[in-house]
């Protein structure tokens, strides 16, 4: 009988962990030193303005910008809570327009990037070309603002500052691309065997498996909604449409006008306009702005680690 030789379980297991590790062990404490300092250069800039949004302008002035002020104030966040009503009214209609927006975005992008995906569509071809025509040439600012105010009577509504970004041809790419890679056209034929509609395989088939490719483009529809002032400053001229970020932009004009002009006014009020937080302001705008999409992004980030690997393993 032919002897049969059995290894200790302890060197199986380090067999069974040396196949699983790719790497030795100093190459595996490099790479996580590397990514380590990777991520302190990623957060330590916010954490940098948000230190600046509470140091007091004296501070700044002696100093410069600094992680250890002479002096911490909440000047800057007092200047801006003054607002009072106004301040809320633009946080509601930035957040009614980016998630009105982006719902709507999203459902134009599937329903425009779902025809594009099916082969049998005829006129596919022609509005893949037309789509990605769009991404090269622009009517320009004049006919756009003619057409959207004059023609469309976008003014001073929050149709105004939803309308004009609802298509991105970019985002029909993405899904387009998403729907060829991940799903199988098998399923398809078998959904319209049974009896499935368009509308019912998209809504109840495709979309369902889509999340992944779903959430990258409402991350990126959402942060251009969110982050969007221009619009307002074409259209928009009712204080109670203003957005958060043109708002705040339009309160750093004027901190930003009435110092520079400071010396013009009586001494009192010069030395009033002068003590005004215009660094400590501009930082602090900034976290007013980053914090919602800062708490917004983990709910995304599942959804668009999954959209980055789709189509990594093939069977």
């Not at 699983?20 to 957060?43: D, G, Q, R």
């Amino acid at each position: 009988m032919a002897r049969v030789e059995t290894m200790p379980v302890s060197h199986t297991g380090k067999k069974r962990k040396a196949r699983m590790n790719a790497v030795s062990l100093p190459t595996e404490v490099v790479i996580h030193i590397v990514l380590i300092l990777f991520c302190l250069i990623c957060v330590i800039p916010f954490i940098f303005v948000g230190i600046i949004s509470f140091t007091s302008e004296e501070s700044i002035r002696e100093i410069g910008y600094s992680f250890l002020p002479n002096k911490l104030s909440l000047q800057a966040y007092r200047y801006v809570f003054d607002l009072g009503d106004q301040l809320w009214r633009s946080y509601f209609n930035s957040f009614y327009i980016t998630i009105v927006g982006t719902f709507l975005s999203v459902l134009i992008s599937a329903l425009y990037s779902y025809a594009l995906f099916r082969k049998d569509y005829k006129y596919r071809r022609f509005f893949t070309i037309f789509c990605f025509f769009t991404m090269l040439f622009g009517g320009g600012l004049a006919p756009t603002y003619m057409v959207c105010k004059n023609l469309l009577g976008l003014s001073d509504n929050y149709a105004a500052l939803i309308v004009p970004t609802l298509l991105n041809p970019f985002n029909v790419i993405i899904m387009r691309t998403f729907f060829q890679t991940s799903i199988p056209l098998d399923l398809l034929d078998s959904a319209a065997i049974d009896g499935s509609g368009e509308y019912h395989t998209l809504f109840h088939i495709v979309l369902p498996i889509s999340k992944p490719g779903i959430a990258s483009i409402s991350l990126l529809t959402s942060l251009a909604y969110w982050n969007e002032w221009f619009l307002s400053m074409l259209y928009i001229r009712d204080a109670k449409y203003f957005p958060l970020q043109y708002l705040l932009m339009r309160m750093q004009n004027q901190v930003d006008f009435l110092v520079k002009n400071s010396s013009k006014i009586g001494p009192e009020a010069a030395k009033i306009m002068r003590d005004l937080p215009q660094e400590s302001l501009r930082m602090a705008l900034v976290v007013l702005i980053v914090i919602p999409i800062a708490f917004a992004y983990p709910f995304f980030q599942r959804y668009i680690i999954s959209g980055l690997t789709i189509g990594s393993i093939k069977g």
